[in-house]
């Protein structure tokens, strides 16, 4: 595993002011769109973001690479690395994995029984 501080982000998120699920809302937001393997840093002020983002990308399948140096000292800074298949998360509930659609089967059409009279 890399040191999250010697990698540059392909991504800086900034969740300061944010709690638990706003932040990974806006996370799971403005990563959507990013290749596997991308580097994102969160800067956050939750003081539940060291136990929240490890679990969330467990969860989710991401790499979660730790805390980086932060430029500032009223705020924390987080480091992940997106995989090339992420567990999908419900909308608007981002520790809860969406629900695998099923395949949706037909019912066998009957066959008429011939009368034996």
Known sequence: MTAPNSVTPDL????????????LLRLRAQIADLPSGAVVHIHT????????????????GHEYLGPVPSPAP??????????SAPVRTRPGR????????????????????????
């Open 12 to 23: 800086t998120v900034d969740g300061t002011g944010l709690l638990c699920v706003q932040l």
């Open 45 to 60: 002020t939750d003081p539940a973001a060291p136990l929240d983002l490890p679990a969330w990308c467990h969860l989710t």
């Open 74 to 83: 009223d705020r924390e800074v987080y480091a992940l690395r997106l995989t």
């Open 94 to 117: 981002p520790w809860h994995p969406d629900p695998i659609p099923t395949p949706t089967t037909t019912p066998p059409t009957p066959t008429p029984v011939e009368d034996a009279n």
